[in-house]
């Protein structure tokens, strides 16, 4: 595959990165789980914890070409991911600039882990790149962005944040899970290190937990220094999963990115839904930039109801729309950011996020939207008797 930048993008899905069936020319890669490889007179010493299995080590090419990066490494969970990108690069001393809206768990990993390295962290008061500049320090080493974000869908100006790092020799990293490489990719605004729950749309089928990290060849080869140490590798069982599922990353996320306008929309325009965060709507107030910077919306978004109506009641009466913990599944899902990926901050700390305790995260799948509105409309008569 020496023509990968010139292959389409379900083409790059289907056959970059696939383990040749040499023996039996299978239509499929093969799976091999052996813990346990020859160390004389070979080129590679395998081991799984080596991240050089040949399902991994062919699974990293394709990531890689999605993210349009030089190499990829994958791992057992998002957060073995960003905890290993993170502690890769910053040591006793350094400090970090971060986002104030992420995901909980990346939230909770640094206030909770840091401390005890003597790592300092600031956390900004928004996405605004201001916000960004007034935090650095001389012992800045990184700025850590989530765009859109987990779970109020705010967009961060990734060429500013590029340019600002640029000029003061710090490194930048995303977790760019919520667009997925199909709708961004951060490499070509200047970000350095992609970070991906592949258990979200990577995965993609509700039944993989795995993480990836996108770089250039030498950031990934420092982030594998501290990661064999870690020892968050990826069964090659489910490297075989995971590769089989991205083979339809283009044709998922791209229907589940469509179904999602129209419901935002459905829901912008219902009377019983006080506040829609999606950047593809135009009253979204990062909408300009989210067109820029993305090549379709994504199919994240949250809401929340009128005053009155509760929240879990009427999840609770969704018959087709799954209330669940996860996300990006092909099946359409919502969630309560304040009980489950947020449920570790202090209320005070979510509120000053401007997550509200009526906040419902939707994940939008691939069923028809009108089937989906009708499910909405019913849970919500449910929920007001």
Known sequence: MKEVKKLGINTTCVHVGEVKDEQFKGAVSPIYPATSYAFDGVDVKRYPRYFNTPNQEMLHKKIAALEKTEDALIFGSGMAAISAALMAFLKKGDHVVVQQVIYGGTYNFIVSEFDKYGIEYSFTESDKIADFKSLI???TKVLYIETPSNPLLGITDMNAISALAKENGILTMIDNTFASPINQNPVEFGIDIMLHSATKY??????????????SKTHIEQIWKTAINFGGNLSDQTV???ERSLKTLNLRVKEQTK????MAEYLEDNKDVDNVYYPGLKSHPQFNLAKKQMKGFGAMLSFELKEGIDAMKFQNNLQLIKPSMSLAGLESTTVSPTQTTHALLSEEERLSRGIKNGLIRFSVGIEEVKDLKEDIEQAIKKAKS
């Open 137 to 139: 320090k001389k012992n």
């Open 202 to 215: 990577m995965g993609g089928h509700s039944d993989i937990s795995a993480g990836a990290i996108a770089a």
């Open 240 to 242: 075989w999963l995971l």
């Open 259 to 262: 179904n999602a306008q129209i």
